[in-house]
């Protein structure tokens, strides 16, 4: 439950009489050990992640992770891929449809990381010919049944024409990307068989890709909720292909999940300190963590008040939590500092420019949120020199 989600001491800060409420803390002792146990259920190969940074968000934890041996990345946005760039990733895959101008910022990063092996995603022929000319390799995008981007896994002519024109165009064909996503909802054994029936559509893709001739490099499947199922199935061992998995929110994790992943080994890495601010009435004491401090994206509850089982919250509004109260004895004063652990942790970094990093309880250091957000909107002031105030800003940002 998550109203139910216990204490641990080493989440307490200490000295946060000075600290502006509602704060995004980081504990990398904790990020460290979520890092190494991911690594361990790989058999200790750190090259079979391809985390995505869409959670971790800060240079600080993307340094963190290539300390320890992750060199593959991925990610949303073209600020994302600048600070994975700038972090000292040395792969990364660009996993959203880019077009137009956005397309266009891509290839002046690649340009200005040379060394750095860029992928992007297409599922249509349009967007696999614009990348001609740049060094910049394409992954097929694989529609899962998200329903949101790619081919259909069934429709193996049209993938083979596609993976054949991109050949053809002078560009490389890295693989494909199959983010079987939607799998979250569900106990992990009606999680495993749904993603295993997707693997094997997946394989059978492969196979046919293969009988036309063409290799497949490397196929990358699984956010957080089917890691383990992707880790059980056997069909991608000794596949013919690199096989990565590519979970993101388990670097920091949240309630949802800590839930999906119960007997894993991971701990959460990041909260929100908030302080009550108000007791409207009986029964009901406020928070100052609304919607823009802890994401609502995933619904009501968007957290859970860590330690405290006997508060509840309820529907936010944009800078106020509401939290209901079953003990009246146990209402929090005005002033308290509560320990949230949110729902969907993804979005709600991304909602803080800052944070505190703190190492046995002591603020060791206020670290940059670098790939909040993204980058400026017009694509000639990015072009522009950094005499321009605006593309330092850019750059000093990360």
């Known amino acids: 439950m998550l109203s139910e989600y216990p204490w641990d001491e080493s989440h307490r800060v200490t000295g946060i009489e000075d600290v502006l409420t509602p704060a995004l803390v980081l504990y990398p002792d904790i990020v460290a050990s979520n890092i190494a146990r991911t690594v361990q259920l790989l058999g200790g190969n750190a090259d079979r992640w391809r985390v995505h940074i869409k959670t971790a968000k800060l240079a600080y934890t993307l340094r963190m992770l290539i300390e320890r041996g992750v060199r593959n990345f991925k990610c949303a946005t073209t ?22 101008a956005n397309a266009r910022r891509v290839r002046e990063i690649a340009d200005q990381f040379p060394d750095i092996r860029i992928s992007v995603l297409a599922e249509n022929e ?45 560009l490389e064909f890295r693989g494909l990307h199959y983010y079987d996503g939607q799998y979250g909802g569900l106990d992990e054994r009606e999680r495993t068989a749904a993603a295993h029936a997707g693997y094997d559509r997946l394989l059978k893709l492969v196979d046919q890709l293969r009988h036309g001739g063409l290799r497949v490099p ?6 957080t909720p089917t890691f383990p199922s992707s880790l059980t199935y056997e069909g991608f061992a000794g596949g013919g292909f690199v096989h990565r998995v590519s979970p993101g929110t388990i670097v920091y994790c949240d309630a949802s999940s800590l839930a999906e992943l119960p007997n894993y080994g991971y701990a959460p890495a990041v909260l929100v300190l908030t302080r009550v601010v108000s007791h409207p009435r009986d029964g009901i004491v406020t928070c100052d963590a609304g919607h823009k401090a802890v994401s609502a994206d995933a619904g009501v ?88 105030s605006v593309t330092r800003a850019v750059i000093e940002k990360v």
């Open 218 to 223: 490397e196929v990358i499947t699984a956010g």
């Open 126 to 170: 349009e967007q696999a010919l614009q990348w001609q000319g740049s060094a910049v390799g394409v992954f097929l995008d694989i529609n899962p049944g998200m329903n949101r981007t790619g081919v259909e896994p069934g429709d193996g002519n049209k993938i083979v024409r596609l993976v054949r024109g991109i050949g053809e165009a002078g």
């Open 301 to 388: 509850p968007t957290c859970a008040v860590v330690g405290h089982p006997e508060l509840m919250p309820l529907k936010p509004s944009e800078e106020h939590l509401p939290l209901s109260v079953k003990e009246e004895k146990r209402r929090p004063q005005v002033g308290q500092a509560l320990y949230l652990l949110p729902r969907h942790v993804c979005p709600t970094v991304n909602n803080f420019d800052s944070a505190l990093v703190v190492r046995n309880g002591e603020i060791v250091s206020v670290e940059d949120v670098s790939a909040r957000g993204h980058e400026a909107p017009l694509l000639q002031t990015l072009e522009a020199s950094t005499d321009s």
């Open 79 to 100: 600020l994302e891929l600048l600070v994975a760039c700038r972090s000292g990733a040395t792969d990364v895959l660009l996993a959203f449809p880019v077009m137009g």
